[in-house]
């Protein structure tokens, strides 16, 4: 049953990428295109989506809006592990003061709800999407830095790190060599986790109006344009929104399916 499960979040989060990369083989028309008189249509054949409030194809603006919002996730990702796992090794191998200081400053940025930090950060550099994507990313550094920090402590404990020290490598050597690979794996393992957050993170700023920039599709502001069609157009705000749910409950699998595992070798 677990691995029926796995299956079908990789098979959801593989036609998400697929689609982000190749959004023409998967999409039926233009996302910008217009079909007069075929304003606000339900879902049907032609138009599986249905279509928006100025008769563009709903489905083709999902799919076009992967490449953006996964990017952004994407970006995200990368901007808080790199910042978070560089930060978290300082924290734990530069000795006391360093420590304290990262650790302190780690306690501010956590006290801070992640969304409020994120709209903080995106009303100082200004809206777009990379400015969305760079506020998740160091909203999310503190919580790596943390993960990587307690890691690097119990790494630096292991015999055979002791041994290299007393060898006399280089102390960058056995970080590089001996401290960061191996303390690394549990904080990689939070990546699929983490990846569904930033998606729900870049789609609720969007949602607000942060992101992208109409007529651009987004996911977050596909959903946001059907506010306004609630009673008499459920499918704008639905399709889009079970899109989210749907690749970010896949990635939550994935990333559940392989704790167990690592649980189980233990």
């Known amino acids: 049953m677990k691995r029926l499960g796995l299956a079908l979040s990789v098979a959801v989060l593989g036609v998400a990428v697929l689609a982000a990369l190749f959004p023409t083989v998967f999409a039926t028309h233009d996302p910008y295109e217009l079909f007069p008189g075929q304003n606000l249509q339900p879902p049907s054949w032609a138009h599986p989506f249905g279509t928006d409030n100025l008769s563009r194809d709903l489905f083709s603006r999902v799919v076009h809006g992967a490449g953006i919002s996964l990017t952004a996730a994407l970006v995200a990702l990368v901007i808080s592990f790199a910042g978070g796992t560089l930060l ?102 939070y990546v699929a986790l983490d990846f569904g957050a930033s998606i729900i993170a870049i789609s609720s700023l969007s949602f607000l109006g942060l992101g992208v920039k109409p007529p651009d599709p987004e996911w977050g502001s596909l959903v946001a344009d059907g506010r306004s069609f609630l009673g008499t157009a459920w499918w704008l705000t639905t399709m889009p929104g079970l899109v989210v749910i749907a690749v970010v409950v896949a990635a939550n699998g994935v990333f559940l399916y392989f704790q167990s595992g690592s649980k189980r070798a233990l």
């Open 88 to 189: 978290g090794l300082v924290s734990g191998s530069a000795g006391r003061v360093v420590d304290t200081v990262l650790m302190r400053a780690t306690d501010l940025m956590m006290s801070i709800p992640s969304l409020m930090l994120s709209l903080a950060v995106v009303a100082a550099l200004g809206f777009g999407t990379f400015n969305v994507a760079l506020a998740v990313g160091i909203a999310g550094i503190a919580a790596v830095t943390r993960l990587m920090r307690s890691s690097v402590l119990v790494v630096a404990r292991s015999p055979y790190v002791e041994a290299a020290e007393l060898s006399g490598a280089p102390r960058r050597s056995v970080l590089g060599r001996h401290v960061l690979p191996n303390a690394f794996t549990p904080v990689a393992a």
